[in-house]
């Protein structure tokens, strides 16, 4: 899998449906994206978008897991979502903040869940692991742009996953001093 690109996005607003997953169990993703299917969510999500593809995100539908209170506790709400630039008020929908934040960017192709799936295992066990960064105190969003529906092994969306540089520590004990690079002043 190759490695993913950096980015950084400013705050921005969603709009969508929630409900709670509350295990790893992931067909309970796969139920909610059938459920607001067969409850009309995304014909309402298309009249506060258009269609049109998000400004920060480039995707049409997201998937938002709303992780960042505890990153490392795999129960939260979870929604199907659109970027609503223009704060739409449209009656079952929710809005959903997610903050500025720095995201690394992994492709997924082929056949949905399988490589949203295979591209956040990659992205657990072998890369964030091996990287200068942890993850960060935001959402981590699927993200499908406009393209096949996820039932070909053509289909692009993307997994993006909050990171943040890890802090670098120096000395020891009681002397340890802590740096997080991202936030450190450059001299010239």
């Not at 994206?33 to 009249?47: H, S």
């Not at 709400?77 to 903040?97: F, K």
């Not at 056949?111 to 981590?140: G, T």
Request: with cysteine.
């Amino acid at each position: 899998m190759p490695s993913p690109r950096i980015i950084e996005r400013p705050t921005f607003r969603l709009v969508g449906r929630k409900t709670w997953i509350s295990s790893q169990d992931n067909s309970l993703f796969g139920q909610f994206w059938e459920r607001c299917q067969a409850d009309g969510l995304f014909e309402l999500l298309e009249q506060v978008s258009g269609l049109e593809p998000g400004p920060q995100t480039g995707g049409v539908t997201l998937g938002i897991s709303c992780v960042e209170q505890d990153t490392a506790k795999r129960e939260f709400y979870y929604l199907i979502a659109v970027e609503d630039p223009q704060t739409h008020t449209v009656a079952d929908l929710e809005s959903h903040t997610v903050p500025a934040s720095q995201w690394a960017v992994f492709e997924c192709r082929g056949k949905v869940p399988e490589a949203i799936v295979k591209a956040e295992m990659y992205a657990f066990m072998e890369w964030l692991p091996n990287s200068e960064y942890v993850h960060a105190k935001a959402p981590e969003m699927e993200v499908y742009p406009p393209g096949p529906d996820g039932s070909s092994e053509d289909s692009y969306c993307e997994f993006w996953l909050p990171v943040e540089r890890k802090k670098r520590c120096f000395g020891s004990g009681r002397n340890a001093t802590s740096i997080n690079p991202s936030i450190t002043a450059r001299s010239p």
